[in-house]
């Protein structure tokens, strides 16, 4: 399962195994083959359960990435808890002063000290130190939990970052993708409910509510964009469909010029929405870019010096099919524009005649505070160059993109469940810019 979900994280791996009543942990950076060579490592012999997690640092970025690895482990046996987490606090400036830790502590580790008190003070019930602590918890979590005898799922009131549950046999299954359920064998069987507090025993499945009133759904539209797998499920709808529905939108609102010859996807996560794009626009899809194995996402690389590097190693056009053509490049969305940049220019290198870009999402202008990490203020490209001169500035003939109500038409579901802030600056929390700039929760 955290192989299948690899593309989530790729800065450090870790799994806290169940045994005897105590709970034992790995961890470290890299992937989870650098963590886990082994296949079927002696961790999990005999384990009644297990919950892991591979990290894409959003808090607590500047630590050791292996220091800063999940799940964590708090307490002392019986009573001890694992803790994995997918999301970002809000608020958790305020609640690090208050247990006096350090402004390197992550928001997990925050929230395992809270829960971990709260356990203790309510006579080890991890069920009700989660209703008695997440309430009063602002921002993004999807966790996975267990004390050694039960798992536990828990989606925040928003339902910002996915969380699935499956089955396989006899054995409960918990993951933020549908992918990694399949992928262990196991079946898919809904995804959790926004606030929801699941508990897996002996006995089956509890399900409980989070009293957060007032709380509307706001599931992140990048996961269909471009973070989720495309063989997933996100908010009922296929990630693949919604990507397809894109590129067929994109086409429609930005047709290819009159002299365009091919269209060209940047692998992977754009091959869907090039697909639905070259079938509107009735221009053949050909592999004028190859993606290496074993880079990884340059997207969530941790510095720009890295995401550059990491492109052009994950990358490379082909000659063959670019040269002496007018292409459309097509992509699910442009963020900080490093990768772009590089890729333009490495099909012009190629001998490219033209390079027209598509973009099936609108462009980030906004700060993500709810788990992806997008960047600040003038790191996104679309917030500090003028629409009609990104063109220009990415080295490109033309440049357009997919407007927000035809996005949001393509993943389907109610527009007003999914949060959009970081393409129009609608914040379904109130959140704190730089600078100390606070903004309140949009209608």
């Known amino acids: 399962m955290l192989l299948a979900l690899q593309h989530r994280g790729q800065q450090s791996a870790g799994i806290a195994v169940c045994r005897g009543g105590d709970i034992v942990r790995e961890a470290g950076p890299g992937r989870v083959t650098d963590v886990f060579p082994d296949p079927d490592p002696p961790l999990l012999w005999d384990a009644s359960g297990a919950v892991g997690h591979v990290r894409y640092a959003t808090s607590g970025a500047d630590g050791l990435d292996g220091e800063l690895a999940q799940p964590i482990v708090r307490g002392t046996a019986p009573g001890r808890l694992a803790l994995a987490h997918n999301g970002t606090l809000t608020d958790i400036d305020r609640t690090r002063a208050e247990l006096g830790l350090s402004t390197s502590a992550s928001d997990t580790e925050v929230l395992g000290r809270q829960l971990d008190a709260a356990a203790q003070r309510l006579g080890g019930s991890l069920s009700e130190a989660l209703h008695a602590i997440l309430p009063g918890v602002a921002g993004a979590y999807s966790l996975v939990l267990t004390d050694g005898e039960r798992l536990y799922g828990v989606r925040d009131p928003q339902a910002f970052r996915p969380l699935c549950l499956g089955r396989l046999a006899d054995t409960w299954l918990l993951a933020s993708e549908s992918a990694a359920i399949t992928a262990a064998g196991g079946v898919f069987l809904r995804e959790l409910e926004p606030g929801e507090v699941l508990q897996a025993d002996a006995d089956g499945i509890h399900t409980s509510r989070l009293d957060v009133p007032g709380a509307r759904r706001a599931t992140c539209v990048f996961e269909h964009v471009y973070f989720a797998r495309a063989d997933s499920r996100i908010s009922g709808r296929s990630v693949y469909q919604a990507r397809y529905a894109a590129g067929e939108a994109l086409a429609g609102h930005a047709p290819p010029p009159p002299g365009a010859d091919v269209v060209v996807a940047v692998p992977d996560t754009a091959r869907v929405a090039a697909d639905g794009y070259a079938w509107r626009a009735g221009l053949p899809v050909v592999q004028g870019l190859l993606r290496h194995e074993g880079v990884g996402r340059s997207f969530i690389t941790g510095d720009r010096a890295g995401r550059e590097g990491a492109v052009r190693q994950k990358l490379s056009a082909v000659p063959a099919a670019v040269a002496g053509r007018e292409i459309v490049l097509v992509d699910d969305s442009l963020v900080r524009g490093t990768t772009m940049t590089a890729v333009v220019a490495m099909l012009r290198e190629a001998g490219a005649h033209a390079v027209h870009l598509r973009i099936a999402s609108p462009p980030h202008r906004w700060p993500c505070f709810y788990g992806i990490d997008t960047g600040r203020g003038d790191t996104l490209l679309g917030a500090r160059v003028l629409p009609e001169r ?28 999914y949060c959009t802030a970081c393409l129009d600056g609608r914040f379904p929390t109130a959140v704190e ?7 309140q929760r949009q209608p």
């Open 390 to 417: 990104l063109a220009a500035h990415l080295c490109c003939d033309s440049a357009e993109f997919l407007p927000l109500d035809a996005l949001l038409d393509a993943v389907a579901g109610a527009p007003d469940s």
């Open 433 to 439: 810019l730089p600078g100390g700039v606070s903004l």
